[in-house]
């Protein structure tokens, strides 16, 4: 036990009796385990002793500073600063004692990376995707995880001690996961021919290519979020993520979800439309209180990027999405001339669209059955 006076240092003020012992009881069990009295101060003042355990259980001991990284990697101090903003962290400070061997093992992959082949810009590249990918990881595992593992009048001492066995047994199934997804997703990208007969000749990655790009988003959102708690709101998105994951069966790829919308990209334009026909009527019938989609559909050169995709299809499926009639699929007429037989086609006027040259020919899609829509035709 240390010797520490913790009423003295102002780090039980407030508490009493049991709750009073229990934060004794941790602040003495990190103490022991090497936490600096700075340390453990801060971690009162944000409110984060709780979940100190388990960050020691992630980052381990970390007494490097980034400029002693880099050197024991042999990397330049630059480039890891570089990845580690890349990968949306806060910029260290060079003497900041905040790094361990992982880190080191970590700068020594990065300079591996580059050393096979890869471009620098290409790698940070890479690591911009992957922050952001893992940001938004992190956070759904550590809401899961905290809502699974927190009891009603738990002792600090006690939910930091489960938290950090639970972070033990977990975390490493957690990256043996992502270790598999990535490879899945991977071996996809190649099974759908990433590299073609063409960049084999010139041995140069195409730039854009012809591809038609969904966008279906919820309607009435923004009024929603205005009526509606902000766990609620959350659930509806993570509704839409499920339904578009859910039909996005290969040739249809889902890019991204962004809250309100998801963007679907393919190849091939009739299993595209099929894809948000299906994603709207599910809309349609799904629970009491789900809002109502609305999709665009928009064909032409895009290029692919770092997981995601730019060019006027891209833009236009945007626009054409926004002037939508809830519960219907607009397409532009370059959709629609390729797949004009599929589908059950009504007019829905010459739009204007924000930040499109010109007027655009615009057709609502419907299957021939006579499903998803209400087969009043003309749309404006």
């Known amino acids: 036990m240390s010797d520490v006076d913790w009423e003295k240092e102002g780090l039980v003020e407030g508490l009493e009796s049991a709750e009073r012992d229990a934060r004794i009881e941790l602040l003495e069990q990190l103490h022991d385990d090497g936490v600096e009295l700075g340390e453990l101060r801060k971690a009162v003042e944000e409110e984060r002793l709780t979940l100190l355990p388990v960050e020691r259980v992630i980052g381990g001991d970390c007494d490097m500073t980034p400029k002693e990284v880099a050197e024991k990697a042999g990397v330049d101090l630059s480039l890891t600063q570089r990845n580690w903003q890349a990968l949306g962290l806060t910029r260290l400070p060079e003497d900041a004692r905040v790094l361990g061997a992982r880190d080191v093992e970590a700068a020594q992959q990065l300079k591996n990376l580059i050393d096979a082949g890869l471009p620098e810009d290409g790698v940070l590249s890479i690591a911009r995707v992957m922050g952001e990918g893992m940001a938004r990881i992190s956070d759904a595992v550590l809401d899961v995880a905290g809502q699974a593992f927190l009891n009603a009048g738990e002792s600090e001492h006690d939910l930091a001690v489960r938290y950090a066995d639970a972070a033990r047994y977990l975390i490493p199934l957690l990256q043996e996961q992502l270790d598999y997804v990535c490879n899945l997703h991977m071996r996809e990208g190649i099974r759908t021919g990433y590299i073609n007969a063409t960049e084999r000749a010139t041995g140069k990655l195409e730039g854009a290519r012809n591809v038609g790009v969904a966008f279906a988003d919820l309607v009435g959102f923004t009024k929603l979020g205005e009526n509606l708690p902000p766990e609620e709101i959350g659930g509806l998105a993570g509704e839409l ?23 679907l990209v393919s190849e091939d334009n009739e299993a595209l439309i099929e894809a948000v026909l299906e994603m709207v009527g599910r809309a349609d019938e799904a629970r009491e209180g789900f809002p ?23 833009n236009v499926a945007s626009r054409v999405t926004s002037v939508a009639r809830p519960g219907s699929v607009l397409v532009h007429a370059d959709v629609r001339d390729a797949v004009e037989d599929r589908f059950q086609w009504s007019f829905a006027g010459k739009r204007k669209l924000k930040g499109v040259k010109g007027e655009q020919s615009l057709y609502r899609a419907r299957q021939r059955n006579g499903s998803n829509g209400d087969g009043s035709g003309e749309d404006d």
Request: no cysteine; hydrophobic share 45%; charged share 20%.
């Open 241 to 263: 993520a499920d339904l578009a994951a859910d039909v996005s069966q290969s040739p249809v790829r889902l890019v991204k979800t962004i809250g309100d919308a998801a963007m």
């Open 292 to 314: 109502q989609l609305r999709a665009g559909v928009a064909y032409g050169p895009a290029l692919s990027r770092a997981g995601d995709w730019y060019g006027r299809p891209v």
